[in-house]
């Protein structure tokens, strides 16, 4: 029979906490990305509202620096002495105290209160003026410092040119070198009471300082500052690394855009930036995240460990009661479903218990009843037949023969009782058969003749008494039809079985004799008593697949065949029925 070996046994509990870990995996997975989100988020917010803040911030200094240096020109402008003494035509003292008087002051003054570092310039149409020159321009501006030159130094400067062109006035442009030197000029014309052109004031003013202060951009981390030309789209001036072709996707764009101007500022905040703390929030939210799993995880081992014992106890319980150990019991205490189950389950034990003992118990009892009721049917059977052959001999004065008969007789009970047994050894068996066979001997005086062939590996397997002396005894009943008679009692063995036959050359049975005797409700007549009987005691002792066969040919003989199964061991007394 093939061994099915049982699947490695796994608590069920544990079995749970593998959906419950998951579960949890996924929870803590989850709130994690949702935290972190949220935390990247806020540090984006925090970071684009900061540098909006600041933006601000320089959009109005820009405005008040702008504002100050328009206010400086039309001071300028609507000075009449300022005017007057630039177009003065007199002797060169004469013009010389004017500029001394009504221009140097006008233009070192606001330049005085104005705390950034400034270039003013006045190009004067009048000849006579006397030129006043600063520093070079082709200089980063260093210090605030003023000029009077005559228009003659820039009236064939392209830029020049194109401002009169286009007859612009009060404009901010980038002239000369401004563009190199991070600078921008405010270019405004100064016309006298006759609307007539006496000269132009260019006010220069370094970016950075009209910008104001850059600590709140840290462009060391990649922010970028641009100060934009709206009308022509141009860069007039930029801090910080410029982006790479096609890089202005990876940046956020905050814009703030100067009034009364066509300039904006434009800054330039990479996402790098925005999340430069994501690398620590992931590891501090994983970190979290991460101790929780291990906290729910041994939470979860602790809860399963514990209800693991407790189904542990009753699945061993369960294994014992297959074993058919029906005598444990388990108690949990408390009143849980633990305590509900082990209840029932004790209460289902004693009840097996009882139902054991009241069907299998007297089943078996019963059972064996019966069988000892048939085996106690079969000895007066013979009985009746061996006195009925003595009192013939008797009658003749044969007292050798009863005397031998009686003798015999008291042998074949001997074995027969065999101390209470139910069962004896096949050897046993085959001796109460030549016990019988003497007897008849007495009787036949020597005219039948019985031989043996029995696998002697056989002798001592047990079996239940009186299974071949009814159909030895059928030989003499029924097949005797001439003077002499051979009987062959054969026994082998046949795998995990023994077959006995009982072979004769007697009269034999006709075909409708033998199907009669092969049928149940035929099998009640006088004549086939011994059949009916070993038949009903075999099966009850074996089961329905052992038993008796018969086979005869009417004139050759007859053959039955016995099938037994091997028992190892002697049946144990407690499987007998009490004497």
Request: net charge neutral; aromatic share 8%; proline share 4%.
């Amino acid at each position: 029979m093939r061994t099915i070996l049982p699947n490695k046994y796994m608590p069920f509990t544990y079995k749970m906490m593998l959906p419950y870990l998951v579960l949890v995996l996924l929870t803590d997975l989850l709130i994690g990305y949702i935290s972190y989100s949220m935390l990247v988020q806020s540090r984006t917010e925090m970071a684009e509202t900061n540098i909006r803040t600041a933006m601000k911030q320089t959009r109005n200094n820009l405005e008040y620096q702008v504002n100050e240096i328009r206010r400086m020109a039309d001071i300028i402008f609507n000075n009449g002495a300022f005017q007057n003494a630039l177009q003065n035509r007199g002797e060169p003292l004469e013009v010389m105290l004017a500029m001394r008087d009504h221009i140097t002051p006008q233009l070192r003054g606001p330049l005085q209160l104005y705390g950034n570092r400034l270039r003013l310039a006045v190009y004067a149409t009048n000849d006579s003026v006397l030129e006043i020159e600063g520093d070079d321009m082709s200089t980063p501006i260093d210090r605030s410092d003023y000029y009077v030159l005559l228009s003659g130094h820039i009236e064939n400067s392209p830029w020049f040119t194109s401002i009169v062109e286009r007859n612009l006035d009060r404009v901010w442009v980038q002239v000369d070198t401004d563009r190199q030197l991070d600078n921008i000029s405010y270019f405004r014309k100064l016309v006298s009471a006759s609307t007539a052109v006496i000269g132009y004031v260019r006010v220069t003013a370094r970016f950075d300082e009209l910008l104001g202060n850059f600590d709140a951009y840290p462009i060391e981390q990649g922010i970028r500052l641009r100060l934009i030309d709206t009308a022509t789209g141009t860069a007039l001036y930029e801090r910080g690394a410029s982006a790479g072709p096609g890089e202005d996707g990876s940046y956020l764009i905050v814009r703030e855009d100067i009034p009364e101007t066509n300039y904006a500022i434009e800054t330039y905040v990479p996402h790098a930036y925005l999340n430069k703390d994501a690398s620590r929030l992931q590891r501090v939210i994983g970190t979290v995240c991460a101790i929780s799993f291990l906290v729910m995880a041994s939470i979860g081992y602790l809860v399963a460990r514990l209800s693991g014992k407790k189904i542990k106890r009753i699945v061993t319980l369960v294994q014992s009661f297959q074993e058919g150990n029906f005598h444990k019991r388990i108690g949990f205490s408390g009143n849980d479903e633990f305590a509900h189950i082990a209840n029932a389950f004790n209460q289902m034990a004693t009840s097996i218990q009882e139902l054991i003992k009241n069907v299998y118990v007297q089943g078996i009892q019963r059972k064996q009843a019966e069988l000892d009721a048939l085996q106690a049917q079969i000895n007066p059977h013979f009985l009746y037949n061996t006195l009925s052959t003595i009192g013939s001999l008797a009658n003749l004065g044969e007292v050798r023969k009863v005397t031998e008969m009686v003798q015999g007789l008291s042998k074949f009970y001997r074995l027969t009782i065999n101390q209470g047994q139910a069962s004896i050894a096949l050897e046993k068996e085959l001796e109460q058969v030549q016990t019988y066979l003497e007897i008849q001997k007495v009787k036949y005086a020597g005219r039948f003749n019985v031989y043996y062939d029995i696998d002697p590996d056989i002798l001592q397997v047990p079996v239940i008494k009186l299974i071949l002396q009814p159909f030895v005894e059928n030989v003499f009943k029924h097949a005797w039809f001439e003077d002499a008679i051979s009987i062959r009692i054969t026994g082998r063995r046949l795998g995990k079985r023994i077959e006995l036959k009982v072979i004769d050359n007697g009269v034999g049975m006709r075909q409708e004799t033998l199907e009669n005797m092969r049928t149940p409700s035929q099998s009640n007549h006088s004549d086939r008593y011994g059949l009916k009987n070993v038949e009903e005691r075999i099966k009850l002792r074996y089961g329905p697949e052992y038993g008796i066969r018969i086979g005869s040919r009417y004139g050759a003989g007859t053959t039955v065949q016995i099938v037994l199964p091997i028992e190892e061991e002697p049946p144990r007394e407690e499987d007998e029925a009490p004497a």
